[in-house]
């Protein structure tokens, strides 16, 4: 891809070819469409890098403070070095764009899609780029009648608007915005909208006459003389209520200016870069306040909050950086009775490939300019990255020396001590050896209650213990690959709950480990043994058509602190709850998934828990999975229907099914209640422990485990996810076999 590069050591910027970034965790990947030259903040950098060395430290003495020492630290030698080594970087250009998503990182899905159109903001990040990874505390959605190029002064307008709020402007108070550049106009007219009266003060006329176009009340050309009789005529002898320092300029002349026009106890917001010298008296005298404005708000330079994502409670932080965003793009909306006219400021337009020849005309100084903005060829770098599909067929396993099983669990959190345990307590077959918790207190409260005949902390004294025959997996969802991983190097047949994996990294780590030992492992699929579809399953087996699968889960809301949203824990319910819907479809057609696609309902808070799931098989079957938390949980939570042959069979909730054939309905009841397979699929595993013949194909298991990681994939991509073969071709071919690969490898 193409970006504007500068070089620290000589200010030479060029359009270079460089690799495309990756989309990570909680960030977009964007095509950019537009962006806008800072003249001020871009031209300012590029000026200082020109500079000589000694210019450098001229124009930064903090930066030559901390030369000295390190010098004094580590020796000039070693400084030196490092100083030029510094300069030998390249700088990114650019903080302020718009573009379209091309790729949506884990733990946005739903909350935006591929295609979708974005504001970006970040120096580093939002850059004169084709392609830029963005954070989502530095993303806001762009309304449908709001253009690019506008859209694309987002960065720029959440300045001027943090400026604005720390003027704690009311209604009817007159407010000087001294400098009428980019981030001067946008606050003039953001204060306007807040229902201030607004005067603009600056040395060119041309950009005051613009000013008064879009909405200040009062303009003043500093070059015709003090203003402070015209502003003490226009406010009624009062003075101005605050000013609002927006000029870029060495000399502290805008300070002295804003004392003159300030009434007693007005409020000084300084947000352009100027000389900060101030005088005492002055500023004494009418007790004024002094407040720098944090570029674009709350959360600026704040690593946790722009890298991570982290949140600030709106009840102490109502507008954050990423709420400043938001609201200037959404009043640029020609919707609004009022506006934030962007398209005004705009007097340049460069294709994006001329930006050398933009930064020319800025540099030059000769041309007058306002709004440069850059403008990106439609479709440049939008090519999708292509998705691998691991698989494992693993060796065949060894039957229990003992002739039955001795398990060990392994976690006893809820759904364990609530679903597992009690059904493995007294169970034919199995022993319950060892119970292991991360808690002392929990593990001999589980040993008490359930009968083990041991209690540890100490995970790997289990795995090397010869008296444990199998592990029962039932921790939090990110232990589960590697604590299965861990079992099966151990020769330890496993049970993990599901998930399998979260990612397919995971995944392939569980294979791999598989492959070299001669242990097997299960997952806690349980739909797949539970009677109703056991009895489904056999009666459709017959038919050699395409089956048709309609999977409907009422799952209901979770609070959005709930332990399964967690990204690190628990990976979301997409992972975590629809894995059991999709081996389900996958256990009744009998037949490899070829594809995997997704769409997720619009994301308004909290996670993404509502989406259709659609699943095309190697004979042509077809599954969809509608999963949603919107419904009532006083209704039916599972509906299940399979269209096979002339045959419809329905299952609800695990209490009844009706099979309908030829006209006629037959319906049955669950005589002993709901019946999801938990006991039946424990029962298969102690008997496959003692067996050495695995309860469920493994090879199955991965396949329905990659299957729901490629859900996510496909929402993130905002295209199918192909399992099976190459999509480009339309052709299914089996898949690779990860123990050959890696012996090949070898």
Known sequence: MKQVVSSARSGKLSLQDVPPPKVKRGHLLVATRASVISTGTERSANEFAKKSLVGKAQARPDLVRKVLDKARRDGILATMNAVLARLDEPMPLGYSAAGRVVEVG??????????????????????????????ENLLAPIPADVPDEEAAFCTLGAIALHAVRNCEPRLGDRVAVIGAGLVGQLAAQLLSLAGARVLSLDYNQERLDLAAKLGAELTINLGSGSPEETVLSWTEGLGCDSVLIAAATKSSEPFATAAAIARDRARVCLVGLTGTEFSYRDFMQKELSLVVSRSYGPGRYDADYEGKGVKYPPGFVRWTETANLGEVVRLMSPANPRRLDVAALITHRYDFNDAEQAYAMIMAGETPHLGVVLAYPEGASEALPKVNAPAAKPSSPKPSSAGGCR????????FARTMLLPKLKGMAGVSLETIVTTRGMSAAHSQEAFGFAKATTDLEEVLQDPDIDALLIATPHSSHARLTAQALAAGKPVFVEKPLA?????????????????????????RRFAPMMVEAKAAIASSGEPKVLLFRVNAGALPDDAAINDADEGGGRILGESCHFIDLARYLVGQPI????AQAAQVGHGVCDDLAISLRFQDGSLATILYTSKGDSAYSKERFEIFVGGRVIAIDNFLESATTVDGRTTTKKARAGQDKGHKAELQAFVKAVASGTPPVDENELLESSLATIAVLEALRHGQSVPLIGDAADGEAKPAPDIAAANDAAE
């Open 594 to 597: 070829v594809e995997v696609s």
């Open 106 to 135: 884990a733990g946005l899905e739903g909350r935006y899609r591929v295609g979708d159109r974005v504001a970006i903001a970040g120096a580093g990040l939002a850059n004169h780029a084709e392609l830029n990874v963005v954070p």
């Open 502 to 526: 979260l990612s397919r990294e995971e995944l392939a780590q569980v294979a791999e480990a598989r492959a070299e030992s001669d242990a097997f492992f299960t997952v806690g699929f349980n």
């Open 407 to 414: 398990l060990a669990v392994v976690g006893a959190g809820g």
